[in-house]
Structures are given as C-alpha cells and as structure tokens.
C-alpha cells in the first residue's frame, strides 16, 4: 500500500497559487509581448501616414491597438475563468470539510459524542479528521466507564448502607460489603488511571 505524503494539502494550494499565477504571467508577457513588436510601431506609422494623406478613415488608425485591447481582454476573460476554477476547487477540497470539522467539533464540545467526521481526501485534513473520531471515542470510552462505576458504585453504597443500619450484621453480609466495596475500589482506580491520561490546564504555569 503506497504511503500517502503528509504534506498533500501543501502540494495542493501552492497547485491553486501556482495556476493563478501561470495563467498571470503568461498573460502578461504576452501583453508586453504585443506592445513592443517592431511590427505594431510600423502599422501604426503607416495608418498615421496613410490618415495624413486621407487614405483611410481615423477609426482605421488605432485598429492594431484595438486588437491588442480585444486580445487582452480575452485573456482577461481567461484568468478570470482559471480563478473561478481555483476557487470552487479550493471550497470544495478545503474549506467545506473545514467547515465540517468545525460543525462536528461544536457538537463534541456541547456533548454530544454520536458525531464522528468523514473525510477522505488523503491529505492533512483527512489525517485531523482521523483524529477529531479517536478524540470523540476516546471520551465515549472515558464517559461511559465513569457512567458504570457511578451506577455500580451507588448500587454498592446504598446495599452496604442498608446492611450497616442492622442492628447485627451476619459474617455473610460483611462479605458482601466488603466483596462489594473491593470491586467498587477497583473500579474507581481503573477510572483514575484513564483520567490520569490526560492533561489539564494548571494555574500554576
């Protein structure tokens, strides 16, 4: 299986930079191209010449610059267009599944952990979503433990309350409090060493 590059994403916008830019340049120098032709200065003497001796009309003149005007417009058009391109394909690859990671983090922080992120784009964002459903699974896991040794632990308390308030415990009701207070133990330090994984914010930095 081939190992996809951790840098795809970089690869892909300066591809979107570089096209605007091409697309600029070679407009460009097909403009200054066009200006500076020996040609063009002399049709231009020439319709100049030809107006003075009134051989052509004086919208006849300026006709090589026109064309020029046309053809830079074109290329105008052009530019315009591979911009459009470059911009739907930058919303459609990187900002909608941004957006999306966005929306699913905000649903993650206001607690609800059912989101999960599906991309599959191959690159960074791909990589981010990957870890934004290990983070959501991971606080599953950490909430639903929590919610067990609650109710496995309330469930001890109250049967050992109630076999405390008798008057006179049996050797077997002493087992099961402490059968019971044993496992609620154990179960409190599993939780402890799953919060202890993570890292808090400390006031003391």
Known sequence: MRKKSRYS?????????????????VVGVEFIA?????????????NFQEYTASQIPFAEVFRPIDKI???AILMISIIMFVIIIVLTMFTKNITEPLQHMIEVAKKLATGDLRQTVEINS?????????????????????????????MTGNASLEEAIEKLSKTKLDPEDLDRISTDLTQLRDEL?????LVNCF???SSEE
């Open 9 to 25: 994403l970089q690869r892909t916008m300066l591809v979107y930079f570089l096209l605007i830019g091409v697309a600029s340049l």
């Open 199 to 201: 890292h808090f914010y």
């Open 69 to 71: 005007r046309n053809k």
């Open 189 to 193: 330090g599993s939780l402890e060493e």
């Open 122 to 150: 191959g690159n960074e964002l791909s990589e981010l979503s990957n870890v934004i459903n290990d983070l959501s699974s991971n606080l599953q896991e950490t909430t639903m433990l929590a919610r067990n040794v609650c």
């Open 34 to 46: 066009d200006t500076n032709r020996p040609e063009l200065r002399a049709e231009l003497l020439n």
